[in-house]
């Protein structure tokens, strides 16, 4: 027994580091990439592709799940890309991140990862391709990932939330998004806007990014707090009912 729970604990810890290597192959990759600039864009987005899907693929191998696991992945990309599309109509206000916040906590941080790296990729068919897409993908990777740690470490209730527990998740939530998630973006536009990268520069392009992360973090705040509960409710009774585990 002892060894078995000593295996799962090497097993984690491997897992851990694998996706460290990959969360840092990925910053590196983004940013070579905008170093190159061009159509470097195409092959940087199927370099994260292919990085976020190792791990998480060595953690299937290791549990041999069921193909269902397989689908609530594909059902939490496909709610996100909804999510974003959905309110196309108002600038900037994108509940997106918030649905890939709940899929991490939901579903752990290698899935959150996933989910959020994915849902950008995918959504970009949508709103548009370009030298920003892996940018976005590691971003709202990053969403997922953060989420999916802080309620592995017990720092977020994976169900049952209270009101009070809604308003904290959905203000730490805004402000990853401010403050994280979309400088991320910001630094794409660094690369893309400027001829030339200077202080003044990166402070203008910093600040004039500000206000859309505001309305993208109002919007990932009202996600979480009237919708993220009971979409968690309903996660974690599928996750009970087929024996789904965190990954």
């Keep these: 027994m002892m060894a078995k729970r000593g295996?799962?604990?090497?097993?984690?810890?491997q897992h851990g580091a694998l996706w460290i290597a990959v969360i840092l192959a990925a910053v590196i990759t983004v940013a070579v990439g905008a170093l190159v600039r061009g159509k470097s864009f195409i092959v940087v987005s199927v370099l994260m592709v292919?990085?976020?899907?190792?791990?998480?693929f060595v953690s299937f191998e290791r549990r041999r799940p069921q193909a269902r696991e397989l689908v609530?992945?594909?059902?939490?990309?496909?709610?996100?890309?909804?999510s974003r599309t959905a309110f196309a109509w108002l600038p900037h206000f994108k509940p997106m991140a918030a649905v890939i916040m709940v899929a991490g906590i939901a579903l752990g941080p290698s899935t959150g990862f996933?989910?959020?790296?994915?849902?950008?990729l995918v959504s970009s068919f949508v709103f548009g391709l370009g030298p920003w897409t892996p940018w976005q993908m590691l971003s709202f990777g990053t969403c997922g990932v953060t989420f999916g740690a802080l309620a592995k470490a017990g720092a977020i209730p994976q169900q049952g939330w209270s009101w009070r527990t809604r308003v904290l998740v959905g203000v730490a939530?805004?402000?990853?998004?401010?403050f994280v998630a979309g400088p991320i973006l910001?630094?794409?536009?660094?690369?893309?806007?400027?001829?030339?990268v200077t202080p003044e520069g990166v402070i203008a392009v910093y600040a004039a990014g500000l206000p859309v992360n505001a309305m993208q973090g109002a919007a990932t705040f009202l996600t979480l707090l009237f919708a993220g509960s009971p979409l968690l409710d309903r996660l974690?009774?599928?996750r009970a009912r087929y024996g789904m585990m965190d990954t």
Excluded: E, K, N, W
Aim: proline share 2%.
């Design 7 to 13: 295996q799962r604990r090497l097993g984690r810890a």
């Design 72 to 82: 609530m992945v594909v059902v939490m990309v496909a709610l996100a890309v909804v």
């Design 114 to 120: 996933v989910v959020g790296a994915l849902s950008a």
């Design 186 to 196: 910001d630094t794409s536009s660094v690369f893309l806007m400027l001829s030339r």
């Design 50 to 56: 292919i990085y976020c899907m190792v791990p998480f």
């Design 236 to 238: 974690a009774r599928v």
């Design 173 to 178: 939530g805004a402000a990853f998004v401010i």
